[in-house]
């Protein structure tokens, strides 16, 4: 069994910071890469940043400049850090991460940290 759980999440004013996290726990032998999806409501979800085992990172164009993912292998940890928030970053943050566990390399979400940023 592998869980991800995100936190970190709160309301900020625009213009604000926040940092998130996710740590990956359980049957994780190695992290492959871990990633941040957002969902606001009547929209789909999109990739806002992510980071592989190697450091390898890539940003979603609306965040680039802005935000900055970063990875702790030793505590299966990755860090979203969110600079100059404005309201269309409003949205749930879902984490995904890519582990290999005992049956191979497999995908697992958490339940997501709700990001709501006021004007």
């Known amino acids: 069994q592998v869980q991800v759980v995100e936190s970190g999440g709160g309301s900020v004013q625009a213009g604000g910071s926040l940092r998130l996290s996710c740590t990956a726990s359980g049957s994780v032998f190695r992290i492959h890469d871990m990633d941040w999806h957002r969902q606001a409501p009547g929209k789909q979800r999109e990739l806002v940043a992510g980071i592989t085992e190697s450091g390898a990172t890539e940003y979603g164009d609306s965040v680039q400049g802005r935000f900055s993912i970063s990875l702790d292998i030793t505590k299966k940890t990755v860090y979203l850090q969110m600079n100059n928030l404005n309201s269309d970053d409003t949205a749930n943050y879902l984490c995904?991460?890519?582990?290999?566990?005992?049956?191979?390399?497999?995908?697992?979400w958490g339940e997501g940290t709700q990001v709501t940023v006021s004007s």
């Open positions: 995904n991460a890519k582990v290999l566990t005992t049956v191979g390399v497999r995908s697992f």
